[in-house]
Protein backbone atom coordinates (compact mmCIF):
# COMPACT_ATOMS: atom_id res chain seq x y z
CA UNK A 1 0.00 0.00 0.00
CA UNK A 2 2.00 2.89 -1.59
CA UNK A 3 0.26 6.11 -0.23
CA UNK A 4 3.55 8.35 -1.64
CA UNK A 5 3.97 7.87 -5.24
CA UNK A 6 6.99 9.13 -7.22
CA UNK A 7 6.91 8.09 -10.60
CA UNK A 8 9.61 9.34 -12.07
CA UNK A 9 12.89 7.78 -10.78
CA UNK A 10 15.33 9.85 -12.61
CA UNK A 11 15.08 13.13 -14.57
CA UNK A 12 18.23 15.27 -16.61
CA UNK A 13 17.86 18.58 -17.48
CA UNK A 14 19.76 21.39 -18.16
CA UNK A 15 21.73 23.57 -16.23
CA UNK A 16 19.75 27.08 -16.26
CA UNK A 17 16.41 25.43 -17.62
CA UNK A 18 13.13 23.89 -14.91
CA UNK A 19 12.91 21.29 -13.18
CA UNK A 20 9.82 20.02 -12.03
CA UNK A 21 9.51 16.51 -10.43
CA UNK A 22 6.19 15.14 -9.44
CA UNK A 23 4.20 13.11 -7.06
CA UNK A 24 0.80 11.55 -6.41
CA UNK A 25 -0.83 10.75 -3.06
CA UNK A 26 -3.87 8.75 -2.22
CA UNK A 27 -4.58 9.44 1.58
CA UNK A 28 -6.84 12.21 1.73
CA UNK A 29 -6.14 12.71 5.63
CA UNK A 30 -2.74 14.13 4.74
CA UNK A 31 -2.60 17.69 5.80
CA UNK A 32 1.06 18.56 4.88
CA UNK A 33 3.54 18.36 1.77
CA UNK A 34 6.82 18.43 1.79
CA UNK A 35 10.19 17.96 -0.38
CA UNK A 36 13.13 16.63 0.98
CA UNK A 37 16.77 16.76 -1.24
CA UNK A 38 19.38 14.04 -0.54
CA UNK A 39 23.35 14.20 -1.30
CA UNK A 40 24.89 10.46 -1.56
CA UNK A 41 26.12 9.07 1.98
CA UNK A 42 24.12 11.84 3.88
CA UNK A 43 20.68 12.45 5.12
CA UNK A 44 17.55 13.85 3.46
CA UNK A 45 17.54 17.95 3.99
CA UNK A 46 13.90 19.67 4.45
CA UNK A 47 13.14 22.16 0.95
CA UNK A 48 10.02 23.25 1.34
CA UNK A 49 6.57 22.43 2.61
CA UNK A 50 3.14 23.53 1.94
CA UNK A 51 0.11 23.10 3.58
CA UNK A 52 -2.99 21.13 2.26
CA UNK A 53 -5.57 24.63 2.34
CA UNK A 54 -2.72 26.18 -0.31
CA UNK A 55 -2.34 25.38 -3.64
CA UNK A 56 1.26 27.04 -4.04
CA UNK A 57 4.10 28.27 -1.87
CA UNK A 58 7.63 29.58 -3.37
CA UNK A 59 10.98 29.44 -1.33
CA UNK A 60 13.61 31.37 -3.86
CA UNK A 61 14.30 28.59 -7.00
CA UNK A 62 11.96 26.71 -5.42
CA UNK A 63 8.31 26.22 -5.84
CA UNK A 64 5.59 23.33 -4.85
CA UNK A 65 2.02 23.18 -6.37
CA UNK A 66 -0.57 21.25 -4.89
CA UNK A 67 -3.54 20.34 -7.04
CA UNK A 68 -5.59 18.60 -4.33
CA UNK A 69 -8.90 17.41 -6.83
CA UNK A 70 -5.70 15.20 -8.40
CA UNK A 71 -3.89 14.50 -5.32
CA UNK A 72 -0.78 15.69 -6.86
CA UNK A 73 1.97 17.58 -6.01
CA UNK A 74 5.56 19.17 -7.47
CA UNK A 75 8.43 21.01 -7.27
CA UNK A 76 9.74 23.29 -9.60
CA UNK A 77 13.39 24.35 -9.32
CA UNK A 78 14.15 27.31 -11.69
CA UNK A 79 16.82 27.87 -12.86
CA UNK A 80 18.49 24.45 -12.36
CA UNK A 81 21.99 24.55 -10.85
CA UNK A 82 24.36 21.64 -11.24
CA UNK A 83 24.75 21.43 -7.77
CA UNK A 84 20.49 20.70 -7.44
CA UNK A 85 22.36 17.24 -8.46
CA UNK A 86 20.41 14.68 -5.86
CA UNK A 87 17.59 12.18 -5.06
CA UNK A 88 14.25 14.32 -4.29
CA UNK A 89 12.04 12.67 -2.04
CA UNK A 90 8.10 14.16 -1.57
CA UNK A 91 6.59 13.22 1.39
CA UNK A 92 3.26 13.19 2.99
CA UNK A 93 2.29 14.53 6.70
CA UNK A 94 -0.74 13.15 8.88
CA UNK A 95 -0.40 14.08 12.53
CA UNK A 96 3.01 14.90 12.31
CA UNK A 97 4.34 11.14 10.76
CA UNK A 98 5.60 11.97 7.56
CA UNK A 99 5.25 8.84 4.71
CA UNK A 100 7.91 9.01 1.94
CA UNK A 101 7.80 8.40 -1.54
CA UNK A 102 10.64 6.32 -3.23
CA UNK A 103 12.37 9.64 -4.41
CA UNK A 104 13.97 10.74 -7.96
CA UNK A 105 16.73 11.44 -9.10
CA UNK A 106 17.50 14.84 -10.73
CA UNK A 107 20.94 15.73 -12.93
CA UNK A 108 21.58 19.18 -13.86
CA UNK A 109 23.74 19.23 -16.76
CA UNK A 110 26.22 22.12 -16.88
CA UNK B 1 28.79 21.16 15.37
CA UNK B 2 26.29 17.95 13.97
CA UNK B 3 22.37 18.59 14.76
CA UNK B 4 21.54 15.15 14.45
CA UNK B 5 24.19 12.68 15.05
CA UNK B 6 24.02 9.19 14.52
CA UNK B 7 26.43 6.31 15.52
CA UNK B 8 28.37 4.47 13.25
CA UNK B 9 27.71 5.58 10.41
CA UNK B 10 28.28 1.80 9.42
CA UNK B 11 28.11 -1.60 11.04
CA UNK B 12 28.77 -4.67 9.44
CA UNK B 13 27.91 -8.16 11.58
CA UNK B 14 26.77 -11.57 11.69
CA UNK B 15 23.58 -13.04 11.73
CA UNK B 16 21.88 -13.59 14.95
CA UNK B 17 24.02 -10.73 17.01
CA UNK B 18 23.12 -8.08 18.71
CA UNK B 19 23.68 -4.46 17.82
CA UNK B 20 22.91 -1.48 19.05
CA UNK B 21 22.96 2.31 16.79
CA UNK B 22 23.04 5.73 19.27
CA UNK B 23 21.21 8.76 17.96
CA UNK B 24 21.62 12.18 19.76
CA UNK B 25 20.14 15.49 18.16
CA UNK B 26 21.08 19.07 19.99
CA UNK B 27 18.40 21.16 18.77
CA UNK B 28 16.05 20.73 21.66
CA UNK B 29 13.72 19.12 19.50
CA UNK B 30 10.59 17.37 21.03
CA UNK B 31 10.50 14.33 18.86
CA UNK B 32 12.71 12.30 17.08
CA UNK B 33 12.29 9.18 14.86
CA UNK B 34 14.00 6.14 13.33
CA UNK B 35 13.29 5.55 9.76
CA UNK B 36 14.62 2.12 7.63
CA UNK B 37 15.83 2.81 4.13
CA UNK B 38 15.73 -0.45 2.50
CA UNK B 39 16.82 -1.71 -0.94
CA UNK B 40 14.07 -0.14 -3.01
CA UNK B 41 15.08 3.24 -1.32
CA UNK B 42 11.66 3.54 0.30
CA UNK B 43 12.16 5.46 3.61
CA UNK B 44 9.37 3.96 5.91
CA UNK B 45 9.07 4.90 9.75
CA UNK B 46 9.57 2.69 12.11
CA UNK B 47 9.02 4.59 15.31
CA UNK B 48 8.70 8.37 17.22
CA UNK B 49 9.07 9.38 20.44
CA UNK B 50 7.78 12.91 21.61
CA UNK B 51 10.01 13.67 24.96
CA UNK B 52 10.55 10.48 25.52
CA UNK B 53 6.89 8.86 25.08
CA UNK B 54 6.41 6.62 22.23
CA UNK B 55 4.25 7.87 20.36
CA UNK B 56 4.21 6.02 16.38
CA UNK B 57 5.20 2.33 16.16
CA UNK B 58 4.95 1.12 12.93
CA UNK B 59 4.76 -2.83 12.23
CA UNK B 60 8.32 -3.72 12.82
CA UNK B 61 9.42 -6.99 14.66
CA UNK B 62 9.77 -7.50 18.43
CA UNK B 63 13.55 -7.96 17.66
CA UNK B 64 13.46 -4.07 17.74
CA UNK B 65 13.87 -1.70 20.47
CA UNK B 66 13.76 1.88 20.66
CA UNK B 67 15.15 3.43 24.19
CA UNK B 68 14.95 7.39 24.73
CA UNK B 69 17.02 7.96 27.92
CA UNK B 70 16.13 11.59 27.55
CA UNK B 71 14.44 13.88 24.64
CA UNK B 72 18.17 14.60 23.36
CA UNK B 73 18.53 10.78 22.92
CA UNK B 74 16.84 7.80 20.30
CA UNK B 75 18.81 4.69 20.27
CA UNK B 76 18.03 1.73 18.21
CA UNK B 77 18.61 -1.96 19.56
CA UNK B 78 18.48 -4.52 17.05
CA UNK B 79 18.05 -8.20 18.79
CA UNK B 80 18.64 -11.65 16.64
CA UNK B 81 20.19 -9.76 13.92
CA UNK B 82 18.88 -11.31 10.13
CA UNK B 83 19.81 -10.60 6.73
CA UNK B 84 16.67 -8.56 5.72
CA UNK B 85 17.73 -5.96 8.61
CA UNK B 86 20.30 -4.92 5.98
CA UNK B 87 19.46 -1.28 5.12
CA UNK B 88 20.34 2.52 5.93
CA UNK B 89 18.72 3.56 9.58
CA UNK B 90 17.88 7.68 9.40
CA UNK B 91 17.20 9.01 12.73
CA UNK B 92 15.46 12.33 12.46
CA UNK B 93 14.18 14.94 15.20
CA UNK B 94 11.24 17.81 14.57
CA UNK B 95 9.68 20.30 16.57
CA UNK B 96 7.10 21.60 13.49
CA UNK B 97 7.49 18.77 11.50
CA UNK B 98 4.67 19.63 9.12
CA UNK B 99 5.75 23.55 8.73
CA UNK B 100 9.61 22.99 8.74
CA UNK B 101 9.92 19.09 8.28
CA UNK B 102 12.50 16.97 9.60
CA UNK B 103 16.12 17.36 10.21
CA UNK B 104 17.86 13.75 9.76
CA UNK B 105 21.22 12.37 10.61
CA UNK B 106 23.11 10.77 8.13
CA UNK B 107 22.16 7.49 8.78
CA UNK B 108 23.56 3.89 9.57
CA UNK B 109 24.48 1.76 6.87
CA UNK B 110 23.74 -2.12 8.51
CA UNK B 111 25.06 -4.97 6.80
CA UNK B 112 24.18 -8.01 8.07
CA UNK B 113 26.61 -10.90 6.51
Known amino acids: DQQVKQNSPSLSVQEGRISILNCDYT??????FLWYKKYPAEGPTFLIS?????DKNEDGRFTVFLNKSAKHLSLHIVPSQPGDSAVYFCAASDAGKSTFGDGTTLTVKP | DTAVSQTPKYLVTQMGNDKSIKCEQN?????MYWYKQDSKKFLKIMFSYNNKELIINETVPNRFSPKSPDKAHLNLHINSLELGDSAVYFCASSQEAERIGYTFGSGTRLTVV
Open chain 1, 27 to 32: NSMFDY
Open chain 1, 50 to 54: ISSIK
Open chain 2, 27 to 31: LGHDT
